[in-house]
């Protein structure tokens, strides 16, 4: 099993950055990570981004191309998001989570475990 606890979320300017930080235990380096986020008043979480296990490949939403990059330090046991040219529509509840395989995956349905969430607020 993966416990994963997220830190970093705050508030931010419009144009800010921030860095979001997953931190996890287990058999951290074997599984594939993910970010998603869940605005105010929607139901579903949207994916962000993900990384495979030895990260050599990573994957962005259309959305966040450009201005989001997620990194990970197996050595460290965590996942990192950082998040440059912050807009309002980036408001939201960002959560990690853990795929039990190597590989990416971008629907919730996908991972296996999640941290409990960090919310971020970008004003205009």
């Known amino acids: 099993q993966v416990q994963l ?9 419009a144009g800010g950055s921030l860095r979001l930080s997953c931190a996890g235990s287990g058999r951290f380096s074997a599984y594939a990570m993910g970010w998603f986020r869940q605005a105010p008043g929607k139901e ?10 030895n990260s050599d490949t990573t994957y962005y939403s ?11 330090d197996n050595a460290k046991n965590t996942v ?12 939201a509840v960002y959560y990690c989570a853990a795929r ?22 970008v004003s205009s």
Do not use: H
């Open 5 to 13: 606890v997220e830190s970093g979320g705050g508030l931010v300017q």
């Open 44 to 53: 579903e979480r949207e994916f962000v981004a993900a990384i495979t296990y």
């Open 62 to 72: 259309d959305s966040v191309k450009g201005r989001f990059t997620i990194s990970r």
């Open 80 to 91: 990192y998001l950082q998040m440059n040219s912050l807009k309002p529509d980036d408001t």
């Open 100 to 121: 039990g395989r190597l590989l990416m995956g971008i629907r919730p349905q996908d991972y296996d475990y999640w941290g409990q969430g960090t919310q971020v607020t």
